[in-house]
């Protein structure tokens, strides 16, 4: 497996895992969402500072991104889509 591809799917199976959006885990460890996405994707390269920072909000090491690839079972399932909605006005 191509080494961005495999560090893009364990970065997807932990922000999953943790129930995080790509939105919230991008703006808590001060990057880009779509960096976030095209990590995720395996078309972006990220730094080791990146990792780090992606790393920390998750509360997994860095090493695991480069984990041995999860079998289908063991893949985190999808975020429900949408936004939650807005809280009423009092």
């Known amino acids: 497996m191509n080494i961005l591809r495999l560090v893009g799917l364990n970065l997807r199976n932990a922000r999953l895992g943790k129930g995080l959006s790509q939105e919230t885990l991008a703006n808590e460890a001060e990057v880009a969402m779509n960096y976030v996405s ?12 990146v990792l780090h920072r992606l790393a920390r909000v998750l509360g997994i090491t860095e090493s695991q991104f480069f984990a041995a690839a999860p079998n289908r079972d063991a893949l985190a399932r999808n975020l429900k889509a949408g936004r939650k909605p807005k809280s009423a006005k009092r």
């Open 38 to 49: 095209g990590i995720e994707r395996g078309v972006q390269n990220p730094t080791v500072m």
